[in-house]
């Protein structure tokens, strides 16, 4: 009979062992847990994102950059249509935006608002600056110093006259002595003309894209003429913006692809 059976008892009563009490558990390893979870989820995002951030930036930069020479091409292809239509002479983005504007009611407009408008557009902002042409220099210029009359003394020669010394040896030349000869006398040969002969300048335009913030919404800066060639500038080149005296692309640029038409 096991121990601790009272005498008379059924024989086929069970016997129960007794239960040891439960251990109790502790919070720290799952505290542990927790924070090597977390600390390397933080280091594999790190790792992400210093891996994606600057080849999100390197694209944002390449598709800000190919957005301003999209510009560049349209304001080119608006300032070649309009040329083609005026005479050859260019005109300023607000009149092929609008150029009833402009006093030509009839030709549509060339570019959209925002452009012709010169605004900021994709992390770049714009400049434009015309070229008068040879003959509105020459016509100031003349206007100018027409304005200013000569005075001379009397019995003095104006500046610039013929001597009299040089007066007797054109007379003398062209004077046919008394000696029975009847030659006529020599006649200077005629220059021929210049060929091919110089086109006519009628002006341009210049006309630049600079990001707004170099090195993050853009890596170079753009400019061009009228003849379409696109100079390109780093953020290390040295760059001066067109002014009115000088209304041309710096030539410290590198000259990117063919010339836009």
């Avoid at 086929?12 to 390397?40: C, D, F, R, T």
């Avoid at 891996?51 to 930069?61: C, G, H, K, Y």
Wanted: some cysteine.
């Amino acid at each position: 009979m096991p121990p601790g059976v009272a005498a008379g008892a059924p024989a086929y009563a069970p016997y129960y062992e007794p239960v040891p009490q439960p251990k109790k558990s502790s919070a720290v390893p799952i505290v542990v847990i927790l924070i090597l979870v977390i600390v390397g989820g933080l280091f594999v995002v790190g790792i992400i994102a210093a891996i994606a951030i600057p080849s999100f930036l390197r694209a944002r930069v390449s598709a800000n950059e190919t957005a301003a020479l999209g510009t560049l091409q349209t304001v080119v292809s608006a300032e070649v249509t309009w040329a083609q239509t005026h005479d050859g002479r260019y005109a300023p983005p607000a009149c092929l935006g609008d150029p009833a504007s402009c006093a030509d009611p009839q030709t549509p407009a060339l570019l959209m608002k925002d452009i012709a408008g010169l605004g900021p557009r994709n992390g770049y902002v714009f400049g434009f600056l015309l070229r008068p042409s040879a003959t509105e220099n020459a016509s100031d210029a003349g206007t100018a110093e027409g304005a200013a009359e000569t005075v001379t003394e009397p019995g003095v020669s104006p500046p610039g006259a013929p001597t009299d010394a040089e007066v007797r040896a054109q007379l003398e030349q062209f004077s046919t002595p008394d000696t029975g000869s009847t030659s006529a006398p020599s006649v200077p040969a005629r220059t021929p003309d210049r060929w091919p002969p110089t086109p006519p300048d009628h002006g341009g335009f210049v006309f630049w894209a600079t990001p707004s913030t170099p090195g993050r919404t853009g890596g170079r800066t753009f400019c061009v003429d009228e003849t379409g060639l696109v100079r390109a500038y780093n953020l290390d080149s040295r760059w001066t913006p067109p002014a009115v005296d000088t209304p041309r692309c710096p030539e410290t640029g590198t000259a990117t692809g063919t010339p836009m038409q």
